[in-house]
């Protein structure tokens, strides 16, 4: 008796265990940016999304299990010959992501290696187009042919190719050694140019600044006439002002009492003193032949006064 009952409790125990087991292996859950291709009886039945999901046991199997995220992949570096026959050693890395999970499953065995060598060969057609100058300067056409070509043929893999990039393009020793010559006898050829330019400018400027300074000083020199010659006629119309004047006071003078005789005795002194002048300057004194010319001389001055007094109160 206690050998059936231990044979009924063995049994349930193996039931409870396999029940266990089945509901593990009915549940199966999803993490997220992931896809798992379900399998039932050995063909294709659905893909799984992220989250807690019922598998039947025994009848449907898990399959394939595939990443949404974007996944990097380092294309192997690879020789590839320019357009001018020179060898170009090249790798780079692709970047793509799985958008169809059935079509990644079924469509290729491996479409990670067939991504791999359709981006290799895509790439040394590309850069058997272009000459070896061409290469380094058309890095964004090579990434975007060799992106085109891969996402067209990729497509019936599930697979949506985002971008290729170059990472390193190395060319052969010689190569780079006439590259580096070539560069370093640019740099001194855009260094003598630049040099001519700066005499050529500093010529320039040095004529400019002569040219300059020589209407400056010009301008000053015909600026400086204007004023002296203005300053002149400023200067006889004052004279002549002020002779009119004094003339004029003068005349008023002699009209006045008395005038006729104080220009009488102005006369006679200048006449004196003009005499006394010539006596200090010349060891050689002059007289007049007939000292009685000085009075006529007065008497002429006056005469002329007088016709001037006239002819002025006749004019009144």
Same mark, same amino acid.
């Given at each position: ?10 049994? %349930?125990?193996? !039931? ?9 292996? =009915? ?8 896809? %798992?291709?379900?399998?039932? !009886? ?10 807690? $999901? ?33 060898? !170009?050693?090249?790798?780079?890395? !692709? ?17 990670? @290696? ?42 019936? %893999? ?41 005499? $050529? ?25 204007? @004023? ?11 004279? =002549? ?26 006369? =006679?002194? $200048? ?18 032949? @007939? ?26």
């Amino acid at each position: 008796m206690a050998d059936v009952f231990g044979s009924l409790d063995g049994f %349930w125990l193996v !039931l409870v265990i396999l029940a266990i087991i089945i509901i593990i292996r =009915a549940v199966a859950i999803v993490p997220q940016q992931h896809a %798992w291709v379900v399998e039932r !009886l050995g063909k294709y039945d659905r893909t799984l999304t992220p989250g807690p $999901r019922f598998v039947i046991p025994f009848i449907e199997k898990i399959t394939y299990k595939h990443s949404l995220k974007e996944i990097p992949l380092d294309v192997p570096s690879q020789v590839c010959i320019t357009r001018d026959n020179t060898q !170009l050693q090249v790798d780079g890395v !692709l970047y793509f992501q799985v958008t169809d999970p059935m079509r990644a499953s079924y469509g290729s065995s491996n479409y990670i @290696n067939a991504i791999t060598q359709l981006a290799q060969t895509t790439l040394r057609s590309v850069i058997g187009k272009l000459e070896l100058d061409r290469t380094f300067e058309e890095r964004e056409f090579i990434n975007s042919s060799v992106v085109s070509s891969l996402d067209e043929a990729a497509a019936n %893999w599930g697979v949506k190719v985002l971008r290729y990039e170059i990472k390193d393009l190395t060319p052969p020793a010689e190569i780079l050694r006439a590259m580096q010559a070539q560069i370093t006898a640019e740099r001194e050829k855009r260094a003598l140019i630049a040099a001519s330019e700066g005499r $050529r400018q500093e010529q320039i400027n040095i004529a400019t600044g002569e040219r300059e300074a020589a209407i400056a000083r010009s301008e000053g020199e015909k600026q400086a006439q204007i @004023n002296k010659a203005e300053g002149e006629a400023a200067a006889t119309v004052a004279i =002549a002002n002020a002779t009119a004047e004094a003339i004029t006071k003068v005349s008023q003078a002699i009209g006045q009492p008395g005038g006729l005789e104080a220009v009488n005795l102005q006369v =006679a002194d $200048r006449y004196v003193d003009a005499f006394s002048k010539v006596a200090k300057e010349s060891n050689t004194l002059i007289l007049p032949a @007939n000292l009685s010319d000085m009075a006529g001389l007065i008497s002429s001055a006056m005469t002329v006064i007088k016709q001037h007094k006239n002819d002025g109160i006749t004019g009144d």
